[in-house]
């Protein structure tokens, strides 16, 4: 695994994006596998830059996100739908039609997930999967459980992840109990992982997830297998490793 130690978030999202870029520049054509929450958002941002000033050319990019809530719509400003419109879609010129997010409007939870792994495999697998890490250290929404699950699934958010992210939300009555997400299969055939952390809130998480035993009860910690994983992270999440 490689370490890169950032000084502060925006220098993380700063090297994060340079890698993500080295990807679109080494290949057009790549497959992104893209990740929501606060973590990637100064990532995206540092994205849309280098694509206004003409360094970047998203127009033969494929992009597959990691998970989405169950029954938001894209159209809900909560959705990860709306999410990433809002950061980065709506912002460069990738293709809309080529940006695959989980269908959280779709009620039947086997058949989102069937067509979801169905677009994965169709695509070719995912070049440079993007990830953030959960507090609990989940990677997109796959929660510690007793079992890694392999192929995109229905599941039942955590206590500590609803908490989480009812920031975002007007109470954590209004944070849906369910979310489709890409399983762990799918990221770990990424050809890349790449990470991004900040803020000491994550540390114990980073030191459990690449320090501890690989275990289901922390999601991120099979990561330790992957062949070529990169951990973007800032001084205050590596501060117990
Ligand atoms: C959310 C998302 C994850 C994200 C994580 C951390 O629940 N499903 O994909 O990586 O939690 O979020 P944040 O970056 O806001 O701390």
Known sequence: MNIIRAKDYHDMSQKAAAVLAAQIIMKPDCVLGLATG?????????????????????????????????????DNDQSYRHF??????????????????PDGTEADSEKA????EQTIADVGGIDLQLLGLGHNG??????????????????????STIQANRRFFASADDVPRQAY?????????????LLVVSGA???????????????????A?????????????????LSMI
């Open 181 to 193: 997400t890409m399983g762990i299969r799918a990221i770990m055939q990424a050809r890349k992982v």
């Open 201 to 219: 809130d994550k540390a114990k998480a980073v030191k459990e997830a690449f320090f501890g035993p690989i275990t289901p009860q922390v999601p």
């Open 113 to 116: 997930c069937q067509i979801h």
């Open 38 to 74: 606060s973590s990637p958002v100064g990532t995206y941002a540092q994205l849309v830059a280098w694509y206004e000033n003409g360094a970047l050319d998203f127009s033969k990019v494929t992009s597959v996100n990691l998970d989405e809530y169950k029954g938001l719509s894209g």
């Open 221 to 237: 910690s099979i990561l330790q297998l992957h062949k070529d994983v990169t951990l973007v992270a800032d001084e205050a999440a």
């Open 138 to 159: 989940h990677i997109g929404f796959n929660e510690p459980a007793d079992t890694f699950t392999a192929e995109t699934h229905c599941v039942d958010l955590t206590e």
């Open 84 to 101: 990433m419109d809002q950061h980065l879609f709506s912002k460069v010129n990738i293709d809309i039609q080529r940006t695959f997010v």
